[in-house]
């Protein structure tokens, strides 16, 4: 059974910084790549930083490229994403997820099976 537990969220001034973590267990091999996707309200979720865990690579939307950076922590069952720079417009729950493919991080998730319980975080002065 595929676990996923997210962590790290909170509230942060514009310009701050904050690390999420994912500790997951039961993925198998169906499952190439993890990552991150967020819902604000109103908006539909999308997909914010993703790694396929083979290779190493990663997505990230224009919205956050070079601000977010995703990795796999030493356990490898581990996965973190540091936001930096963060602006009024990052708010939102986050969650981790385990993808199909790396390719899934564009999507507005409907179709990942698995899903963190999601961590808030509030980028507000």
């Known amino acids: 059974q595929v676990q996923l537990v997210d962590s790290g969220g909170g509230l942060v001034q514009p310009g701050g910084s904050l690390r999420l973590s994912c500790v997951y267990a039961?993925?198998?091999?169906?499952?190439?790549?993890i990552g991150w996707f967020r819902q604000a309200p109103g908006k539909e979720r999308e997909g914010i930083s993703c790694?396929?865990?083979?290779?190493?690579?990663?997505y990230y939307p224009d919205s956050v490229q070079g601000r977010f950076t995703i990795s796999r922590g030493d356990a490898k069952n581990t996965v973190y994403l540091q936001m930096n720079n963060l602006k009024p417009e990052d708010t939102a729950i986050y969650y981790c997820?385990?993808?199909?493919?790396?390719?899934?991080?564009?999507?507005?998730?409907?179709?990942?099976?698995?899903w963190g319980q999601g961590t808030q975080v509030t980028v507000s002065a």
């Open positions: 039961g993925i198998t091999s169906d499952y190439s790549a």
């Open positions: 790694i396929r865990t083979s290779d190493g690579s990663t």
């Open positions: 997820v385990v993808l199909r493919g790396l390719g899934m991080c564009r999507s507005t998730g409907r179709d990942i099976d698995y």
